[in-house]
């Protein structure tokens, strides 16, 4: 889960300057799926940092981690609503203000249930649009856990048909954040 930064250069009779700063994340690399992906013990930490599709939805389980870089563009593209389930797992993004990272669906919407979190999740700077709330019409669930979450959107998919963005024992930090078409029940 440790982010790396370096510069390049290359050695010939003289050194060159750095290039611009890069990143990188060790961890296995997701590409898109045509079901739904549950994490594994045995293969996390996973990445994501391009552009992905899934076709179902996204489980987090426990002791298992999931990070996703800057400027990854994430889309479900089942007919049916989707569900990020963060079920005890860690789940990071790591978005930057210029280079953002998009979760959005082409289907029928995602939701997204974070519960019980592992310590040290968090979200920068990411835009979750196409929100549909199935379940209890609830589209965002904070629970049971602490995330930090900082300059992030979260958009409905529907504005006719509002839903909810649930926090319920929750200690999360909330900040510089966007909300359209969601009620807020904060318990």
Known sequence: GVLYYYHVTAFGPSESEPSNQTYNMHGTRLTNTTDDFKTTVADSPY???????????????????????????????????????????????????SNPIYFSSTGGGYELWIIAAAEGSQFEYTEFKDLAGVFDLNSVIVSSCSPTISHCRFIDKDDANITTASLINSGATITNCYFSGLNLNIE
């Open 47 to 97: 990445v994501i940092e391009n552009n992905i599709v899934f076709a179902g939805g996204l489980d987090i389980i426990e002791n298992t981690q999931l990070y996703v870089m800057p400027g990854a563009k994430v889309v479900f593209s089942s007919t049916e609503a989707a569900l990020i389930y963060v079920d005890r797992g860690k789940f990071g993004t790591k978005g930057l203000k």
